[in-house]
């Protein structure tokens, strides 16, 4: 993030700070962590009085941006995202079957009472939480709220007409004046996240306790059995292929707290067994929170089921460095433990082949480092290993020894030794100057976080119109953090 859009995230809490620079900007984002994270505060900023058609747009954003992976995602897939599931509701509310599964009674209570206040044109924050309190007295769900506004010519707004790009941005700017959503103008074309310290009291706020990925992953974990005993339930039909009936829980707008209290505390043990790392005992409440606490926690990329096995791995390279089993594993990258360290370094190899455009070379037996490039006029070598490590990694004395011998027993000199770690202790930088100091051909010593890595191969596209990366990048001894990264792509691409 540039200066301007640092600032803005410090006004959003704080008007004691004076304008700073960009790195003061950050120092003061990072001490105030807590307050600009505080729950109360977001409740507050995000409860506001208003048109409905105002609230409306902020709540679809928001849905859009949290429901993204990482909360992470471009203006052009928020603007996508918020249009299909505004479309969504006015294609739901002109069916026949919109409230087939709903009590008509509650339904017509609560149409009743839609219409007196929408004849108002501002909805305080009051009477929309009346209307909650109301729909949820009544068992109705939010997407039944929805379909009743669409109903009545007013979902999102009056005359059920979509919120334009224009507007989507408006309440973006909105929302990061507000501290909610940051601006990464400097991250791969410009990309809006909400932090993940921030996620769960937005979701709180939204009343969505998963995001549609993770709601529909947590159902794909049931059995057949279990789903219809969630269908019949809720009055639906409990017929058809595991998928059909998924996707009739997600339609009809069914909390997961509900669903999963639907099943017997013995189902429930049974999805807890099933879940890799995840306790089994407790009461039937405690399972459904850790339940639900465990799926909302999962990193869930956009990965389709017939993805090449290196794509994947790529895809999930942040969560191989870090030895994070319980997402690799939920989400199918790896089947067991051992198979971590492989996947790893078969993602960083589909790294610079695909992503930055290299040509790997062919390393012959075993002892050697995980990977090798040619770079440069005088054909000299760029040589990474990969150290997943569950912690920070500090380059102990045991890798100097290790690393030296690789430098040492190369046939062409190693410009370059990349160490690939989930993130970098600062003391590691004395033995990467050990090392260099050691290596008798002067090689320089670079250590990177694998996040810091990709975030480089999704970047450079934007930056060069070479076709392959110019590894002159990497080519130095120290800690490759972002801003180092930043200046070196600025003099090399």
């Known amino acids: 993030m540039t200066k301007g859009l640092l600032q803005r995230v410090v006004d959003s809490f704080t008007k004691d700070f004076p304008k700073s620079d960009e790195e003061r900007a950050r120092e003061i984002i990072l001490r105030n962590k807590g307050e600009l994270t505080d729950p109360r505060r977001i409740e507050a900023v995000l409860s506001f009085d208003g048109r409905l058609q ?114 989507c941005r408006e309440s973006l700017l909105n929302l990061q004046r507000c501290g909610i959503v940051f601006y990464c103008n400097r991250a791969n074309g410009g990309l809006y996240v909400i932090p993940e310290e921030v996620a769960p009291s937005v979701r709180r706020v939204l009343g969505i306790e998963l995001g549609p990925q993770a709601w529909e992953k947590l159902l794909s974990n049931l059995t057949l059995v279990q789903l219809a005993t969630i269908l019949r339930a809720e009055g639906m039909p409990e017929s058809g292929k595991k998928e059909i009936r998924v996707e009739r829980v997600l339609l009809a707008g069914v909390k997961p707290s509900t669903a999963l209290t639907r099943l017997s505390n013995e189902d429930l043990y049974q999805l807890c067994a099933s879940v890799p790392g995840l306790k089994v005992s407790g009461s039937k409440t405690t399972r459904i929170k850790r339940i639900i606490r465990h799926f909302a926690n999962l990193v869930i990329r956009d990965v389709a089921d017939e993805t090449p096995p290196g794509e994947l791995y790529y895809k999930y390279l942040v969560e191989l460095a870090a030895r994070d089993r319980a997402n690799l594993l939920a989400n199918r990258v790896i089947a ?93 930088l004395g033995n990467a100057l050990r090392l260099k100091s050691e290596s008798g051909s002067d090689t320089d010593i670079a250590l990177i976080a694998a996040e810091d890595l990709v975030w480089l191969a999704e970047e450079w596209r934007g930056r060069s119109s070479r076709e392959s990366f110019n590894l002159e990048v990497l080519n130095a001894t120290g800690i490759l953090t972002r801003p180092i990264l930043d200046q070196r792509m600025r003099l090399f691409l």
């Open 54 to 167: 105002d609230q409306i747009r902020q709540t679809c954003v928001l849905e859009a941006l949290i429901g993204a992976p990482d909360c992470t995602a471009s203006e052009l897939d928020i603007v996508e995202n918020v249009t299909e599931l505004q479309q969504q509701v006015l294609d739901a509310a002109a069916s026949p079957d919109a409230l087939r599964y709903e009590d008509a009674r509650s339904v017509e209570v609560f149409r009743t009472v839609m219409k007196v206040a929408l004849r108002d044109a501002v909805v305080t924050n009051q009477e929309l939480e009346l209307l909650r309190v109301l729909r949820e007295s009544l068992g109705l769900s939010p997407l039944a709220m929805r379909i009743i506004q669409a109903q009545l010519d007013h979902f999102p707004r009056k005359g059920n007409l979509l919120h334009t790009a224009a507007e």
């Open 336 to 428: 067991k433990d051992r198979e971590i360290e492989g996947a790893f370094e078969e993602g960083t190899r589909y790294l610079f082949r695909e992503r930055l455009g290299l040509e790997l070379q062919h390393m012959e037996g075993t002892d050697h480092a995980d990977g090798c490039i040619v770079f440069g006029k005088n054909k000299e070598l760029l040589l990474w290993d990969n150290k997943s490590k569950e912690t920070v990694y500090s380059f102990p004395p045991s890798h100097l020894r290790q690393f030296k011998r690789y430098i040492r027993d190369s046939e062409k000199r190693v410009s370059c030794f990349l160490i690939i770690a989930p993130s970098v202790a600062d003391d590691a």
